[in-house]
């Protein structure tokens, strides 16, 4: 009798940054802290970096194909067999309703789940992961400039159109 494990298990701050696609440990390393995952015993549990990500828990059988590291535009295009600037408008004009939604927890690079993006370039039926009910779905810097205030009504003291006009005197 095979026993499946309790949990997913926890990366290190190396395969982390290899499944974020980051440039550097230091990045990674911010990444998360901005995030909020917290370290346990120098590991990052999968489950807080999937519910960072947005997504509910996931079943056992999905674990694999969520610790698959995520694909970038670059990785997209070679799908593709075109450039990255065609996987970049894929991304925008979606040919299909199949084509992966990518994800939104940071904004540059572009990334999509490996497991999706492989299903749909192979004509399969893309998987679909549960995502938190109360997770934004907007991309972080659309909803950092979506709580700005007006712009307070400008001053009666400064008025460039009477300051141009004794200029011209």
């Known amino acids: 009798m095979i026993t499946e494990p ?3 298990g926890a990366a ?7 499944y974020w696609r980051m440039p550097s440990l230091r990045a990674t390393r911010e990444l998360a802290n901005r995030l909020g ?3 346990i015993a120098g590991r990052y549990p999968w489950f807080a970096i999937w519910v960072a990500e947005g997504l509910a828990a996931p079943a056992p059988r999905l674990w694999d194909q969520l610790k698959l590291p995520h694909m970038t535009t670059q ?19 979606k040919p299909d309703a199949s ?4 994800l939104r927890f940071r904004s540059k690079p572009k990334l999509w789940r490996q497991a999706q993006a492989n299903a749909w370039a192979a004509g399969l039926p893309v998987p679909v992961y549960k995502q938190l009910p109360d997770h934004p779905r907007r991309a972080p ?8 205030q007006p712009s307070p009504k400008p001053s009666g003291i400064f008025n460039p159109f009477l300051e141009q006009r004794f200029s011209d005197v």
């Open 6 to 8: 309790q949990t997913p």
């Open 12 to 18: 290190t701050l190396d395969e982390l940054r290899i």
């Open 37 to 39: 995952l917290r370290r």
């Open 75 to 93: 990785d997209i295009a070679g799908l593709l067999q075109g450039s990255r600037r065609s996987a970049q408008r894929m991304d925008l004009k």
């Open 99 to 102: 084509f992966p939604e990518r």
């Open 141 to 148: 810097m659309e909803a950092a400039t979506m709580k700005t």
